[in-house]
């Protein structure tokens, strides 16, 4: 469960920051990968700037929801509404087989006896 941020601290580690907004460790680095939030690095630990959290949660508060699930081309989940998609009328390419791997057989001439 997310934790309350008080309004003394600047930077908090990753275990910290993870409890506090009660993300994931995949999906934080994520957000650092991205430049979504800052980190500063002293020594070896790596501290994330609660100022540029706050950012971010006040930029998505501002945008529109960016859910799939509510635009006209991809299907509600569970739905079995179908929608008129550009994306309907594009042919699904066969898959070929799988190459079989290993040796391959011996082909016996023709009109030898097995």
């Not at 999906?27 to 994330?48: E, F, M, P, S, W």
């Not at 998609?85 to 594009?90: E, F, K, N, T």
Request: proline share 11%; aromatic share 2%; hydrophobic share 35%.
């Amino acid at each position: 469960m997310p934790q309350e941020i008080p309004p003394d601290v600047i930077t908090v580690t990753i275990p910290q920051f993870q409890r506090i907004s009660g993300l994931g460790h995949t999906k934080i680095y994520d957000l650092i990968h991205k430049h979504n939030i800052v980190t500063v690095t002293i020594g070896a630990r790596r501290l994330i700037v609660v100022d540029s959290y706050r950012q971010l949660i006040a930029k998505q508060l501002v945008e529109t929801p960016g859910d799939a699930r509510r635009n006209s081309t991809v299907l509600m989940l569970g739905s079995g509404k179908k929608v008129n998609s550009p994306l309907a009328l594009v042919p699904v390419p066969e898959i070929p087989p799988k190459r079989k791997r290993g040796r391959p057989r011996k082909i016996s001439p023709i009109g030898a006896s097995t």
